[in-house]
Structure formats: C-alpha cells, structure tokens
C-alpha cells in the first residue's frame, strides 16, 4: 500500500508511525521538509480481510490523520509460499534439463560406438571340430539300385561296288 | 505353376535369421542384445555402456553372421559322400564308364554340430571369446539319385525335415524347422564325385606317326 499525506511544514523530518487496524505497520516514517509524507507498506499476510482503519501518529502516540481501507480477501497468487513461487523457475529448470539430458545421452552414445570402433574388433575362429554323421532308419526299407548298362549295336554296313 | 529357384546356397545363417542378407545381420544382432551375450563376457564387456555393447554386439554380430555361411545341402552331400550305398554303386558305374544306376535311398539322418566362436579384442588384447553352437539335422525319406562315371549326377526326389538350432554362451539364439524338397537344396552342378583317392580310369590313347 502507498500512504500519502500532508501534515505541516512544522513535522519536517519528524518521525511519523504507521498503524494498521491498530498496529504498527512497519518502521516509523519520516515526513518530508515540505510537510509532506510518502511511504509504501505491505500489508501482513495474516491480517483480516475487511474494512479496517490506516492511522498516522506521532511517536508519543498523538493520532494525526485517520482513513479507512479496505484490506482484500487473499488471491492464490498472494498466498502463493515462496517454494510456489519459485514453480515456474523449477519447472523451467526441468523443462531445459528433459531437452538437455537426451541430447547428452545421444552424445555419450555417439562417442561410445566412436570408441568401439575406433578400438574394438572382432575376430572369426571358424569351427574346428565340426562332426557330421549319417544314420539310415533302422525301420526303413533298405537302399536298392538299378543298373542302366547300355549294350550299344554299331549295326551292319555292307558295301558293293558297280550297279 | 512355377517354382521358384532359389539364386543363392541356402546357408545356415539364411535359413535361421532371413533371406536377406542384411536383414539377416540385423536379426541375428537383435537376438544376440536381446539374450545380453555381450554383456555376459565379464567385467571388460560390462563397463561397455548401453550404446558401445550395442556397437561391440553389432561387430560380433557381422562376423558370426561369416561363420554360419555354411552351405547346409554341402553339408548333406558331404555325408553322402561317406555313405557306402552311395560309394558302392559309384565304385560299380567308375568300373563301367558307360553305365549309371538309379538309387533308391533308405530314409535317414544327417546330423552336423559345428562351434565356431568369435574373438573380441580392444586394442588387440584378448577381451573375450563367444562360442556360438550350431546344431543341424536333416531326416531325407524318398531319396533317389543317379550316379555316373563314380559320381552323383543327379536328385531326381527326396523330401527332407530341416532342423537348425543356434545358441551362444549356453543361451538358445534362434530355432527353425522347415520341409524342403532335395533337388532344391541341393546343388551337384557337373556332379559331387563320390570316390577319392580312386585312380582315373585308363583312357585309350594312340600316337600314329606322320607320314
């Protein structure tokens, strides 16, 4: 809240307090040479919603100026604790970390199979005791084959001279 | 309708991981970091972050991927090569350079168990070593074949149960059965000579001088 007044030029750089609903609100303020009084104060969290009263007095408790104000239910904003204040800075922090922490992994894994292949080899050893076997069904019928022999006839040629 | 001819060897990382090469890479790199083989080496592949086992596990991966190229019908003429039902009659036709017999083959199994293994080095010093089990069998029923001249020339039918098993460091990678036709996975080309060691036949060979 921002308290304005105009005393007198006699109060110049005279301590005023500031009470709210009663209470001190804040450091005494100072008025100004030209009589004049400008100090801003926040009102306290737990002070009751409703209409209340500002008051200015001297230090030895002399009221000089009195006026309403009316203090406003609490918006969620200004209850707002400062861990949830401070939401959106560390949801924007989890935001840059989500985008940065796969782009890292990407580039440690590029690296890795950088590495590999740059140092890692693999070497073929081909199977030295290969063992293969036949074994005919004991309850088949056994092998049996044809023999093809071809018996080849030149034929008879016969040749006679004259007509 | 057609059937299809397969342009490449079927081999054993193709048969268990894919028809494509890459992919086939990729799949056996998958299993591999999903069953955490690399990270199961000690304490040099544990301090590997996340992403450096993954590189170290996609190297082991490509070269494992080398050591299953394994053309699986070499593995079965291999065996038949053994086989005396075979080398008999191969012995007979190399007798008799013109004949050939046709061979009906009783049903049986091939079964081969191979374990190569991978070495992994940093900075050339021995890391660890993973050793992969391969485990293949074949169960061929209805196989007939033609030899020749003391070679297989040719598979004319057969059906074959296909099983391969993979594991490395003890932990089961990939399982795959399949039913393939014979003459399909196996290729003869000019023909598998069934005999070794057999001295050529003679061959007839007459010098006449020139007059």
Redesign the interface.
């Known amino acids: 809240m921002h308290i304005t007044a105009e005393i007198n030029r006699r109060f110049g750089t005279c301590p005023i307090t500031v009470l709210l609903d009663g209470s001190h609100l804040g450091p005494d303020a100072t008025v100004g040479p030209d009589g004049n009084l400008s100090v801003r104060r926040t009102v306290p969290n737990d002070a009751k919603p409703g209409i209340t009263t500002v008051r200015l007095a001297t230090t030895s408790g002399r009221t000089l100026a009195t006026t309403s104000f009316e203090v406003l239910p609490k918006t969620e904003a200004a209850v707002a604790t400062p861990v949830g204040r401070g939401l959106p800075w560390l949801l924007f922090i989890l935001l840059l970390l989500l985008l940065a922490v796969p782009a890292l992994l990407r580039e ?3 690296r ?2 950088r ?3 740059h ?19 004991p ?12 018996h080849g006839d030149a034929g008879t040629q016969t040749l006679k001279e004259g007509n | 309708m057609t059937t299809a001819i397969p342009t490449q060897p079927l081999t054993a990382a193709l048969f268990l991981f894919g028809d494509n090469q890459e992919a086939s890479v990729d799949a056996l790199a998958h299993t591999l970091h999903e069953h955490g083989v690399v990270g199961s080496l000690g304490e040099g592949a544990k301090r590997l972050s996340g992403a450096g086992r993954k590189a170290a596990n996609d190297q082991v991966a490509a070269v494992a991927h080398g050591l299953l190229d394994l053309d699986l019908g070499g593995l079965v003429i291999a065996a038949w090569g053994k086989w005396a039902d075979l080398t008999g009659a191969a012995k007979r036709t190399f007798a008799t350079p013109d004949s050939s017999e046709i061979v009906e083959l009783a049903v049986h199994t091939i079964t081969s168990a191979h374990h190569p293994s991978v070495e992994l080095l940093v900075n050339d010093v021995h890391l660890a070593t993973v050793r992969f089990e391969l485990a293949v069998k074949f169960v061929i029923k209805g196989l007939v074949a033609t030899v020749q001249h003391g070679r297989l020339v040719a598979v004319h039918a057969g059906d074959c149960d296909l099983t391969a098993a993979l594991a490395a460091e003890g932990r089961q990678l990939a399982k795959r059965e399949a039913h393939l036709q014979l003459p399909v996975l196996v290729r003869l080309g000019s023909g598998l000579p069934l005999l070794h060691g057999v001295a050529a036949p003679p061959v007839s060979l007459s010098v006449q001088p020139h007059e």
């Open positions: 440690r894994a590029r890795q199979r590495w590999v292949r140092h890692f080899r693999a070497e073929p050893h081909p199977s030295a005791e290969d063992v293969t076997s036949l074994d005919q069904d309850e088949s019928a056994p092998s049996f084959s044809w023999r093809l022999q071809p």
